[in-house]
């Protein structure tokens, strides 16, 4: 499918090599319509399938390869470059390479890791899944296409207090360097529940909150802030104080495990904002959420600059205002 034909729908899903090569067509039950920017497509019954394909426009690695052209520099360790295959823009399929080199999900598709939303939807209840229809077979090791309903509902920010409640009180934890707002539906449930796991360890509540509150106040700054005073009873308009934030609002939740980390939350120094560092970065980072071993020395290598980051911390604090946004 080239870029003239998206707007059409189709039930065949093409599985291409890196040259455009049609390896095999994986048929669906019914018509879909992808959806850009994501590995889902809607079906003409309203059912999405995850795992269905994508319209190809670029993924990420640590090593350019031959056919490929850099975009841009991501600045993350586990994905360094932003990278496109030319001869495939445009085109829709499950494509045979990964996405991202950390996940063995290859473009488009959905592979070993995914199969954690079928756990995690039978016990998070704030999935925003109605129903999981079917698992539908690819043929392509390890990988399916999920098949769901969603669930009707409204809500407002009160409603992702609660869920931010409930998530902590019931140990449910997501990375801390994930786009959390943007996976929130109505305002209210998770639509990808397959990235969260269960940890009663603090730094994962912290990473989890820290997940929501980074992301929301890089969307929208006056939601952003009125959160933050239903979460906390405060608000703080400086983003270097979302991680902060963060823990107040695990302190709030959770009060008698915030009180084992012994990080006194009422004195703002630059050491305070270190210590908290150090404690999100024992979490998981999306890098950690499969094959943890592989990629832990991410970890040890950003725990390293928690020192250069009170430093920073340190001129901060000194000249808010001047300091945002360094």
Known sequence: MNSSELTRTANIIPFMEKTGEVIKEIKLPEKVMPILSKRTAIGTSGTYYKGAGTIYTCHFSNAIESGETLLAKTGILYEENKVTRLNLCGKYGIFNFRHQPMFSDLEGGCGPKEKNLLVMQKKFEYSAIQEIVDVISTDIPEHSIYAYSLKEATGSLK???????????????????????????????????????????????LGTVYALLHSLYETDLYQYLELLH????????????VLYYSAKTVKKICPKRWEETEI????????LFGQLLSLILQSKACCHLENEQEWSWTREKQLEMAKEYEKKMDRILKSPRKGEGE
């Open 159 to 205: 409603d992702t207090a609660e869920l931010m409640k409930y998530a902590l009180e019931n140990n449910f934890c997501t990375a801390w360097d994930k786009n959390l707002w943007a996976d929130i539906y109505r305002y209210r449930y998770v639509r990808d529940v397959g990235d969260w796991y269960c940890s009663d360890s603090v730094a994962a509540k």
């Open 230 to 241: 239903l979460l906390t009873g405060d608000y703080n308009v400086e983003k270097h104080f």
């Open 264 to 271: 006194d939350l009422e004195n703002i120094t630059p050491q």
